[in-house]
Every structure is written in C-alpha cells, then in structure tokens.
C-alpha cells in the first residue's frame, strides 16, 4: 500500500468535511429518537442503504419509510440505491424527499442518462463505485457529479472489514477531481471506523458514512460518537 498523501491539505478548505449517518444502523425500534439525536448531534446528512436483493444479496428500507422519517426531520437525506436498473426508481426516491441521489456505475448501462435525470428532479447526484470496479468508469460522467462514493467493503451487509486497497482509490478519485479543477464531495462507506476514518481523509475523502464503527457505537452516545468522529477528523 502506498503512503498517505494527506489529499486534503491540497485542497484546502474548498470541500468541508461531512458526516452521514447510515440509518440502516440505527434502533429502528426507536428511530424517531435516533433522528432527533442525530439532529442534536449536528450530522449533515442521513445515509439511505436500498438495496433490492438483485443487485446486493440484501434488502433494506424503501421510499415508504423515507417519507415518513421525512415528516419528521429537516437534515439532509442521502440515498445510496444498491438496485439494479435505478432509473425505475428517481421518481419514487425524489417524491419520498431525498437531497441527494447516488446511484452504481454497475448497476446501469446507461449511466449518463440516468446522471442526467436525477439532475432534471433538482436534486444532487453521485455516482458509486465498488471496490473492483476501476476509477476510469468516471471519466465520461465525473463533470456532471456532484459526489464520488467510493465503496470501501462490497455493498450489501452492515459490520464488514475495509478493503485495504480501496485507500488508494480515494486517492485516485481525489487526483482526478483536482486534476479537472472540479470542487466534488468524495464519500465513503464500509467500516468507517474511527480509525479509518482519519486514513480516509488522509487519501482525500471528505464524507464519511458513519454506522456501527463509529457514530452508533455500543459504548457512546450518538451525540458523543459524532463529536469523537469530528474531533478525528479535524485533527487530520
């Protein structure tokens, strides 16, 4: 593995760092208080696992249950559709009240036009890439992004190891954002610990989807994992 280049202290200050809660992760027994304590707790956004049992081996939360936790908070959502033919689905996600929509380079073959439909609802739109899937997928769609999600486990299941090697494909994302001038949100997700956390940003990312490693951890509050995570992150 290479040596960390701290990406970040190249960029300046252009690009904040931001926390997105995987809600998939929190008590949905109770998910109305873990909402109003990830309010509290300051996170930028709330993180959406769809998944449809085809394109990951797992089902998760669908555009119902969004609607409902929408009525009830005004934080950001970001909605990552693990689903095979995602086109079939902005309706839905956009009505149900999501910010930002991010859907998988392999997950459609007509990537641009699907790019181009989420933009046409208003809302913001990324693009996620699994771990061996090569950073050039991005080339002809990168100037229309508004995130790169780079997935540091493969997408499915909550609780895996990260993939060493997906440190290096932050930081390739991150040289080919800079290398086009453009100012893109780089996102993580899969087993952002606290620990991986600080080697994320170190390689260049700048959004970090928090679940059980970290801000819904057993032994902390979720107001005091958030402030942890933050801390971190801000001493990098």
């Known amino acids: 593995m290479k040596p960390a280049k701290r990406c ?26 873990d909402i109003k304590e990830l309010k509290k707790a300051g996170v930028d956004y709330i993180h959406w696992d769809i998944m449809d049992g085809v394109f990951v081996p797992n089902y998760s939360m669908n555009q119902d249950f969004m609607k409902v936790a929408r009525e009830i908070t005004d934080l950001k959502f970001d909605t990552h559709l693990m689903i095979t033919d995602p086109a079939r689905y902005i309706d839905k996600f956009a009505e149900a009240g999501t910010d930002l929509m991010v859907v998988h380079a392999e997950a459609t073959i007509h990537l ?5 439909q989420i933009k046409a609802k208003g809302l913001k739109v990324g693009v996620a890439i699994n771990p061996a899937t090569p950073v050039c997928s991005l080339n002809h769609v990168i100037g229309d992004l508004d995130l790169v999600l780079v997935m540091t486990v493969n997408p499915g299941y909550a609780g895996q190891k990260m993939i060493p090697a997906t440190l290096d494909k932050i930081e390739e994302v991150r040289e080919m954002v800079e290398k086009k001038g453009l100012e893109i949100d780089i996102e993580v997700d899969g087993n952002v610990s606290f620990e991986n ?9 700048n959004v970090f989807v928090a679940g059980t490693s970290s801000i819904f951890h057993k032994d902390l509050s979720i107001v005091e994992a958030t402030r942890k995570l933050r801390e971190l992150l801000a001493e990098v």
């Open 197 to 205: 956390a600080v080697e994320m940003k170190k390689r260049g990312a």
């Open 112 to 116: 641009h036009r699907v790019v181009q």
């Open 8 to 33: 970040n202290q190249e960029r300046g200050d252009k690009m904040q760092d931001k926390i997105s809660a995987s809600i998939m992760c929190a008590d949905l027994l109770n998910l109305g208080d």
